[in-house]
């Protein structure tokens, strides 16, 4: 039982830091100076603020869905480990650092050097996916923290999540290269990953009632 | 009793979102620059500030009241499934959105755009109606989710409320409509939705002692 | 049980608020400016902002001991009804409003309006006062949100605890009122009254072992 | 069971500034300007604020440190009392003062007066192990707030962890002595520090299973 509070409060903490994380994404968002907004008016500032919203939305999404997965993989896992806490804090740094690569995508989607801010938005989420996979890899490993035999069924269906979660850091680094020939394409592709990583959850869960 | 869990942590994590939404607000409301303030005074300037005052108050009720309806339909579901985390996410993230309309009406309230930054914060709030109820109809829809059967007394009282909150989306519809009329209107109609749907959860909860 | 939950809910959702409110009184101190600093150096401006210093710890003190008076009498509530939840919410939306005034009084304190700043800051704290009055007065009045009959011991202790809490606001006036004659006294005052109350938390706690 | 709650609530709350405190981090890591990073571009302006990156690392990776640590305090305290509640609030109060000079330490890490800004971090850092040092002392004194007899087996491990944090004072004094000969030293060397107190819980719970 003081095992399974360990848990509680690290999924706590972790709930904690991704509410915040993504409530704070809100503050990159700038409010058009009045005195700059003459010409065209207060609804084309607002229009022209579009990649704010867009980069908002991804990476709130995005964080929605890492959190989702974050519940799903701490329902399996019944006690903890310092390696997990710090594989666990690892992945919060990432997270954390998300407001900031969104600031700055929102700013410079448009600019000249949209690419280089694609380069770091993509870069971070790559992060995040390669550590949400060194988490679930260590978690899982041997089925001793999921509290589960190495010849159990319970074992074999977590080495199947295992299978799906390989799946994050080669299509995030994708995403990443892809920065490199277009900035849009390669912020789409986040969107679209996010999308992707939701129904894999809705699969899985599905096959497992 | 994990399936508990799952509903449970749903709940933590909205209520961090909605607490971290809420506190946020105050950062809308800006410290008066001790260069400009002279020709009136410190007084004069906090009292020019008043619509920071309002849009700060009108956004706390409305999230603390959505809060409120949100504890309530959550003590009624039992389980959880995707669809159901994924509309509860849609809500958080409009949520979420409210510092920034919030702002900029503090900021164009008494700008010739005004009705701009109206549209702009009741078309939030409008959003918000909109995932809210799409929440409640998915949860509540053939009592599923809600653990009791399609014929019970718990079902009809659950329709009950689905009626309740089928106003949201027209109330707030007229809201919208109205910010292209008047801003002033529009606003204070925010306030007064905010203060009827207190009372309707009040009467709500005094008929199911 | 299910009402347990209920109030388990609000007093989660409070010490969100609590907690993001004490947080965010770090924001409103500022960086100095690299290229102002340049005189006396750096040191020297670090001093200079001392009263954002002052300022940020009296209110976090003053949060903090709400925060555990709020503790204290949550323990006693067994069950919540809608006016409960509203006076709760009086009472985070002044709380929630504190780092404004905390930001106003660090910038104006040394300034000459600062006393304007101070029955700013002191107002704030007298509604604070009130709210929480108003809250407790509610919550112990008849014993029924205590789970207690109106003859019994536990309802003449609560009594007593309500005897200190309507101490708050005519002291909390009275550093209002100060501010008026002198904005380091009543400032001075805020302080004290922190520790007060911390202090009347000890004893009556000491009291009922 | 009463007082099982009220240690939960302090826990809670604690959590609550941690997650909010670690998160804030990212708001003092400042957007590059457009207009300014003309000459050598975006990724050269993104490599320039890594003092910005290393700041936000460190405070981040010693709040997590010190987060772990006061879970891990938390599970052997029982009960709390006061004192307890207020030493927890001084050490939160410096946790929360974090942001602030982790921001200084960016903005002025490259700066002639660099030493400056690491006194200030370091020193705040020394503050947190003092008011941690004090909060441990208080809370396993005599072992009644960790519900154990002075002469109990788990009294005398209670003692063990005693002096390892004993350790904290003294080291984080060094780095703030440091910080007089060498900015870089002594930044350097709170990294290591949140690095060493992670491998010393890492083998007290080893020692412990």
Request: aromatic share 14%.
């Amino acid at each position: 039982m003081q095992q399974d509070t360990k848990t509680h409060r690290i999924e706590a903490f972790s709930d904690g830091v991704f509410a915040i994380a993504v409530t704070l994404l809100i503050l990159e968002i700038k409010i058009p100076d009045p005195t700059a907004i003459a010409p065209r008016g207060l609804a084309a500032a607002l229009f022209a603020i579009w990649p704010s919203y867009l980069a908002f939305t991804i990476s709130f999404v995005t964080i929605l869905v890492i959190w989702a997965h974050h519940h799903w993989i701490f329902t399996a896992i019944k006690t903890s480990d310092l390696i997990l806490i710090y594989w666990n804090g690892l992945l919060l740094l990432f997270v954390t650092f998300v407001p900031f690569p969104t600031g700055l995508l929102a700013e410079y989607l448009l600019h000249p050097e949209g690419k280089v801010a694609a380069s770091f938005y993509t870069g971070t989420f790559l992060a995040i996916a390669l550590a949400f996979h060194g988490l679930w890899r260590h978690a899982s490993s041997g089925g001793k923290l999921l509290g589960v035999d190495a010849n159990s069924l319970e074992y074999k269906n977590a080495m199947r999540i295992t299978g799906h979660y390989r799946l994050g850091p080669p299509l995030y680094l994708g995403s990443f290269v892809l920065s490199f020939l277009s900035e849009s394409a390669s912020v789409a592709s986040c969107l679209l990953l996010a999308f992707f990583f939701a129904l894999r959850g809705w699969r899985r869960n599905a096959s497992n009632p």
